[in-house]
């Protein structure tokens, strides 16, 4: 059986975060996607295309070697109308602070096409995020600080 619209446009959402391709990501999404924050217990607000965009542009500057690896991809058939597709993700990254691992949990809602994505909620592992995003914040502060130390010196200040 041939892959469904929704698996082959997951899998190339996948692809594309691999490359760290932010028009390539958007361009899957309908223009009023909304991206939802799991556990609630983040507190953080739905993101609409445009938010995840500049996010997504901020995270490409900092991670380096970004992968994701599907662990699970599990479809939905209970309403065709309505394609849905659950994926388990393993990201990794080489970053100022160090090697950045997560694990994700994406439920991706799609449009009657499979095609375009209409609605995310993706779960993450907030722990390892409330530790290292600090660590990562103070190794970026460090790394500017030592790059104008260094514009100084060429400059002879």
């Known amino acids: 059986m041939p892959d469904s619209p929704q698996r082959r446009t997951a899998l ?3 692809d594309a975060f691999n ?3 932010v028009p390539a990501i958007i361009s899957f999404r309908t ?3 909304l991206r939802h924050f799991y556990p609630t217990a983040m507190a953080q607000p739905p993101q609409d295309t445009q938010t995840y965009a500049k ?6 500057a900092i991670f380096r070697n970004f992968s994701l690896t599907i662990d699970e991809l599990i479809e939905d058939p209970s309403n065709p109308a309505r394609p849905r ?8 990254a080489d970053t100022a602070a160090g090697e950045y691992v997560n694990e994700y949990v994406w439920l991706l809602d799609f449009d009657e096409t ?3 994505i209409v609605r995310t909620k993706e779960f993450s592992d907030n722990l390892m995020a409330r530790d290292f995003f600090p660590k990562l914040k103070d190794a970026m502060g460090k790394e500017r600080e030592w790059k104008a130390a260094q514009q100084a010196k060429s400059n002879g200040e």
Not at 55 to 60: A, R
Not at 85 to 92: D, E, G, K, Q, V
Request: overall charge positive.
């Open 12 to 14: 190339s959402l996948v």
């Open 85 to 92: 597709i659950c994926m388990w993700l393993s990201a990794r």
């Open 31 to 33: 223009p009023t996607c």
């Open 55 to 60: 996010s997504l542009t901020s995270l490409h």
């Open 114 to 116: 499979g095609e375009k």
């Open 19 to 21: 490359r760290m391709d």
